[in-house]
């Protein structure tokens, strides 16, 4: 008699690279904000291909600490907000969260105050309209559109960051010299440059990053059945921090790089024609059309567009989060609205006051000078407390960092404490 033949085990099959891309390619898509097309702009208008080198030595740092906070959520089941509440004093809780909720909505305004500029660049009409109709827009998305599907949105928008891939092919840039800048920075002591670098390291390490990412893996644990955090379930750790990794080391390099053609772009185009002060990305955007063509300007613009719609949801939803958390109330976008009242309110209310400070006579500009400075003030302490926080055992139980992390992660915060000494110094001169 012959035995049946044995039965085929199927194995599980590898997750695709869409499925794992989520929180970190969405976190380092918006941290391309129009305030940071703004800052970049900026940086290669005034020094042309100069300060290139400081996207290449900011991608390790930004991708250790983004993967710190990513483990926070993912490993302890709660944000950074939530974890602080736990382990640490409720004064220095309520200040940072302070700090970051007075950024964020400065940032979420002057954003919301470029997105308008821009349209009304491409096709004319009232501004300020359009700024209430990005702001109730995006609040209304963030608010009522479930979770999966929100997430599904704005995975899509990244793709509006190409848009400052298609520019740096329609102008003339000498690709020899981009190399050189690249691998042989040349230094300056200068206090423009110094005040440049600390303006780049500010735009690609800011807090609200930190709080959206950890939050967002605590989103993604809840919407899947099967997953626990780490700490009560190990043996979904390798597949987990696996994903983690991938999905944060992509997000932060699409950011690194399109911040990298965007300086190329205004070096190549601005800079080389004597137009070296820039101030807002619309700015940038219209002095592109008159050197590169109506093709380069209109895809610029359209960019800025694009990625204030990434980001908008993702400066007020961070501020939810930290409050949410920084107070015990129940918080995600997975929730429906009535079940998380204040988490949906601190986002409405964050959009709200960033809309009505385009009707006001405050200036965008010196408002954005602030909230950078506020972003670059908070993420020293913050970071220092991210890392004292994931080396304790009572908290990550076994996933305390491992050394390469830890060494990356302490260094990034050591050069963000230096820019703030960096900033302190150069403004007193």
């Given at each position: 008699m012959q035995s049946a033949a044995p039965a085929l085990v199927k194995q599980p099959e590898r997750p695709k690279l869409l499925q794992i891309m989520g929180p970190g390619l969405i976190t380092g898509a918006s941290d391309d904000d129009p305030s940071g097309i703004a800052t970049y702009s900026q940086v290669g208008a005034q020094f042309g291909y100069g300060l290139a080198w400081t996207l290449l030595f900011s991608y390790p740092l930004m991708c250790a600490i983004q993967e710190i906070s990513a483990r926070i959520g993912r490993v302890t089941g709660a944000?950074?907000?939530?974890?602080l509440r736990?382990?640490?004093?409720?004064?220095?809780?309520?200040?940072?969260?302070?700090?970051?909720?007075?950024?964020?909505?400065?940032?979420l305004g002057a954003d919301l105050g470029a997105m308008g500029a821009s349209l009304k660049l491409l096709i004319g009409g009232p501004q300020l309209l359009y700024v209430a109709f990005f702001a109730l827009a995006s609040a209304l998305l963030e608010i009522f559109v479930r979770y999966s599907r929100y997430v599904s949105v704005l995975k899509w928008l990244t793709l509006s960051l190409f848009a400052y891939v298609a520019t740096v092919f329609v102008v003339d840039v000498h690709w020899a010299d981009v190399g050189r800048a690249l691998i042989v920075p040349s230094l300056s002591f200068k206090t423009d440059y110094i005040v440049a670098i600390v303006a780049v390291l500010g735009t690609t390490i800011s807090p609200y990053l930190f709080f959206w990412q950890a939050g967002e893996e605590v989103e993604d644990e809840q919407e899947r059945p099967e997953a626990e955090p780490l700490k009560q379930a190990p043996q979904q750790a390798p597949a987990e921090l696996s994903r983690i990794r991938i999905d944060t080391y992509i997000g932060m390099a699409l950011s690194n790089l399109i911040a990298l053609f965007i300086v190329i772009t205004t070096a190549a185009t601005l800079n080389a024609h004597g137009i070296t002060d820039i101030q807002t990305s619309s700015q940038a955007a219209e002095a592109l059309r008159p050197i590169a063509g109506e093709f380069a300007f209109a895809v610029f613009a359209a960019g800025i567009i694009g990625t204030g719609l990434l980001t908008l949801p993702v400066l007020a939803g961070s501020a939810a989060y930290a409050l949410g958390e920084a107070r015990g109330w129940p918080v995600g976008l997975a929730r429906k609205a009535h079940q998380a009242k204040a988490f949906y309110g601190t986002i409405a209310a964050a959009t709200v006051i960033g809309t009505i400070m385009n009707f006001t006579p405050i200036d965008p500009i010196k408002a954005l000078f602030w909230s950078a400075v506020v972003n670059g003030v908070t993420a020293a302490p913050i970071m220092a407390m991210m890392m004292v926080l994931t080396m304790r055992r009572d908290i990550m139980g076994g996933f305390t960092l491992p050394r390469p992390l830890q060494a990356m992660g302490w260094l990034a915060t050591i050069v963000m404490g230096m820019t703030i000494v960096g900033m302190v110094v150069t403004s007193l001169q």
């Amino acid at each position: 008699m012959q035995s049946a033949a044995p039965a085929l085990v199927k194995q599980p099959e590898r997750p695709k690279l869409l499925q794992i891309m989520g929180p970190g390619l969405i976190t380092g898509a918006s941290d391309d904000d129009p305030s940071g097309i703004a800052t970049y702009s900026q940086v290669g208008a005034q020094f042309g291909y100069g300060l290139a080198w400081t996207l290449l030595f900011s991608y390790p740092l930004m991708c250790a600490i983004q993967e710190i906070s990513a483990r926070i959520g993912r490993v302890t089941g709660a944000g950074i907000a939530g974890n602080l509440r736990k382990h640490y004093p409720a004064w220095l809780l309520n200040t940072l969260v302070g700090l970051l909720i007075l950024a964020n909505t400065i940032n979420l305004g002057a954003d919301l105050g470029a997105m308008g500029a821009s349209l009304k660049l491409l096709i004319g009409g009232p501004q300020l309209l359009y700024v209430a109709f990005f702001a109730l827009a995006s609040a209304l998305l963030e608010i009522f559109v479930r979770y999966s599907r929100y997430v599904s949105v704005l995975k899509w928008l990244t793709l509006s960051l190409f848009a400052y891939v298609a520019t740096v092919f329609v102008v003339d840039v000498h690709w020899a010299d981009v190399g050189r800048a690249l691998i042989v920075p040349s230094l300056s002591f200068k206090t423009d440059y110094i005040v440049a670098i600390v303006a780049v390291l500010g735009t690609t390490i800011s807090p609200y990053l930190f709080f959206w990412q950890a939050g967002e893996e605590v989103e993604d644990e809840q919407e899947r059945p099967e997953a626990e955090p780490l700490k009560q379930a190990p043996q979904q750790a390798p597949a987990e921090l696996s994903r983690i990794r991938i999905d944060t080391y992509i997000g932060m390099a699409l950011s690194n790089l399109i911040a990298l053609f965007i300086v190329i772009t205004t070096a190549a185009t601005l800079n080389a024609h004597g137009i070296t002060d820039i101030q807002t990305s619309s700015q940038a955007a219209e002095a592109l059309r008159p050197i590169a063509g109506e093709f380069a300007f209109a895809v610029f613009a359209a960019g800025i567009i694009g990625t204030g719609l990434l980001t908008l949801p993702v400066l007020a939803g961070s501020a939810a989060y930290a409050l949410g958390e920084a107070r015990g109330w129940p918080v995600g976008l997975a929730r429906k609205a009535h079940q998380a009242k204040a988490f949906y309110g601190t986002i409405a209310a964050a959009t709200v006051i960033g809309t009505i400070m385009n009707f006001t006579p405050i200036d965008p500009i010196k408002a954005l000078f602030w909230s950078a400075v506020v972003n670059g003030v908070t993420a020293a302490p913050i970071m220092a407390m991210m890392m004292v926080l994931t080396m304790r055992r009572d908290i990550m139980g076994g996933f305390t960092l491992p050394r390469p992390l830890q060494a990356m992660g302490w260094l990034a915060t050591i050069v963000m404490g230096m820019t703030i000494v960096g900033m302190v110094v150069t403004s007193l001169q």
